[in-house]
């Protein structure tokens, strides 16, 4: 059989098919979970960037011991240009980011069990609620600290970071040459909890990834199917005029689903809203009474709100007082110290009440 002469053309389709397989062969690497790629590669360095309130710790683990590399103040870019030149062996190595205590938030939130599959989705619609940001102005995660199976309850604790701060740790990474794999958080003694503030970066990340290879996956097929059928010049020539208008309507296709997929999450958001806002409104109602009848004496530094009690911790100049403000409403009854209430070296009471919300205030 005679070597078919490819022409001009057929030599542009050859070129494209092999740029094509190298994107195609990245574009599969990256989609694999980094966890895996660490593991098969066995890298043995890995990088530690503890920021704290006013400075960076960078510490670099090997097998055989821990090393600090550098410890410079936030914001110092003299130190920054320093350590660049001191740590050019080790551009490439992965880096974790630890932050201090102080630099993220937890709160404790009790929910049903039945909850648990959707935590996440509800837990970021929690954020505005629970802390003093929105959702889209920090990175959070969230671990099970508990459960009660006689109540069907889980106590969660949740972590958000303002994403200003994780930019800051980010552009350091990246600026030295390492790339941030996951940002932690430090307990108040020092150890790591259980929490990656960039994990659903992550997997949007990997999910985007995904789409790609089987957007390429399926153009791929379309121009392999014409390539196999014909071997002559001419058909050949068809045969990829055919696969790049298939190709055309399978991105387009995606392209609509995605823009479905889209209208069905802003839909599904619309439908949260208006749940939360349905439910919100008792709530609301009793916190509003709270902060109404609660004297500008008194300081709290704990609010829970569970089931139909209401625990209210801080501190009053008369607290014995406060049964009294809370027996007259009508948003709550049986008002009760958990606690003795004690007076310290200020004169100030230390409270702990409970409070019973009256039936019908919530639905």
Known sequence: ?????????????????????????????????????????????????????????????????????AQIKRGDMAAVSALRSATTSHVGADATVYLVDGLALRRRIVLPAA?????????ENEIDRQTPFSADQVYFDFRIAARDRVRKEIAVDLMVAK??????????????GWPVARVGVLAQDGTPLAVDLLRRVHRAGARARLRRVNAALAILAFVLAGAA????????????????????????????????????????????????????????????????????SVWIFHLQIARREVRIAGYAADAPALISV???????ENPR????????NTNVDRFDLSLDIRPGVLP
Not at 14 to 27: E, G, I, R, V
Not at 115 to 123: D, F, G, N, T, V
């Open 1 to 69: 059989m005679n070597a078919i002469e490819l022409g001009p053309l057929a030599l542009a389709i050859k070129q494209n098919l092999t740029a094509f397989f190298a994107w195609w062969a990245q574009a599969l690497v990256a989609a694999v979970p980094r966890a895996v790629r660490d593991a098969l590669t066995s890298r043995r360095e890995r990088i530690f960037i503890r920021v704290g309130i006013d400075e960076i710790i960078v510490t670099r683990r090997t097998r055989n011991a821990d090393t600090v590399v």
């Open 229 to 296: 059928l014909y071997a002559s010049y001419d058909r050949l020539a068809a045969a990829a005029a055919r696969a790049a208008a298939e190709a055309d309507a399978a991105r387009q296709h995606f392209a609509r689903a995605e823009a479905l997929q889209r209208e069905i999450d802003k839909l599904e958001k619309q439908v949260g809203a208006v749940a939360r806002r349905k439910q919100a409104g008792s709530p609301l109602r009793a916190l509003k009474d709270i902060t109404t009848r609660l004297p500008d």
């Open 326 to 332: 809370f027996e007259a409403s009508e948003v709550f």
């Open 163 to 176: 994403r200003a701060v994780i930019a800051e740790a980010l552009a350091f990474g990246a600026t030295e």
């Open 115 to 123: 909850a648990e599959p959707e935590l996440a989705r509800i837990l």
């Open 337 to 344: 110290f958990r606690a003795p209430v004690t007076r310290g």
